[in-house]
């Protein structure tokens, strides 16, 4: 079975820092996709980044890149210059060979003004 | 105007009584999605739908059933809803290659 793996309930970072969220799978699939949800508290799930298994190069989006460590199945999300506006849950998530998304249970992401 | 749209938004039912959530969309997606989350967990899938005429059972199907009325609308229902369905409810779509889920607001669910 397909697992994802979020081992930070909680993690808190000063404004203007830079933080790291953890998260780990595991699939037997040599070819998949994984994601970074954020979800303020209006409850909305954003898209924060995407990552192809096939693409070595790690995904970025302005302040938010990943460490794609396929041989690791290790999928961390990197936020720099954290801002109040980052506070959130955040949600990693694997896309499986039935097109299904595993969800991980979750990072609460707190900014400390 | 937003991509997705639930409705409705926030919902207060009691135990036995029927309802259905809606979920509409303007993306021009095939795929849609329900889930549930619950506090302090992931979501889990409900029910999936390729196309009209394809509607398949997520992990958590037991005591829900969907409806795609058209490519943009896909309901959900409770036919008998119980206290243990309380919960927020989303829909999502997709579309080919890229797999991305775009998700609705979601719809708050609480069965007394």
């Known amino acids: 079975a397909q697992t994802v793996t979020q081992s930070q309930p909680e993690m808190s970072v000063q404004e203007a820092e830079t933080v790291t969220l953890s998260c780990t799978y595991d699939?037997?699939?040599?070819?998949?996709?994984l994601f970074w949800y954020k979800q303020p508290p209006s409850r909305q799930m954003i898209l924060v980044i995407r990552?192809?298994?096939?693409k070595q190069q790690n995904a970025t989006e302005n302040r938010f890149s990943v460490n794609f460590q396929k041989a690791a199945k290790s999928f961390s999300l990197k936020i720099s210059d954290s801002q109040l506006g980052d506070a959130a849950m955040y949600f990693c998530?694997?896309?499986?060979?039935?097109?299904?998304?595993?969800w991980g249970a979750g990072t609460k992401l707190i900014i400390k003004p | 105007d937003a991509d997705v749209t639930q409705t409705p938004r926030n919902r207060i039912t009691k135990t036995g009584k029927r309802i259905m959530l809606e979920c509409s969309q303007t993306?021009?997606?095939?795929?849609m999605y329900w889930y549930r989350q619950d506090p302090g967990l992931g979501l889990r899938l409900i029910y999936y739908?390729?196309?009209?005429?394809?509607?398949n059972k997520g992990e958590i199907s037991d005591g829900y059933s969907v409806s795609r009325q058209a490519q943009a609308k896909f309901s959900l229902s409770l036919e008998s809803a119980i206290p243990n369905q309380t919960a927020l409810y989303f829909c999502?779509?997709?579309?080919?290659?890229?797999?991305?889920?775009?998700f609705g607001p979601g719809t708050r669910l609480l069965v007394l």
């Open positions: 998530a694997l896309l499986d060979s039935n097109y299904q998304l595993i």
């Open positions: 999502a779509t997709s579309v080919g290659v890229s797999e991305t889920q775009y």
């Open positions: 993306k021009g997606h095939d795929r």
């Open positions: 990552q192809e298994a096939y």
């Open positions: 699939t037997s699939e040599s070819d998949y996709y």
């Open positions: 739908s390729f196309d009209v005429k394809d509607i």
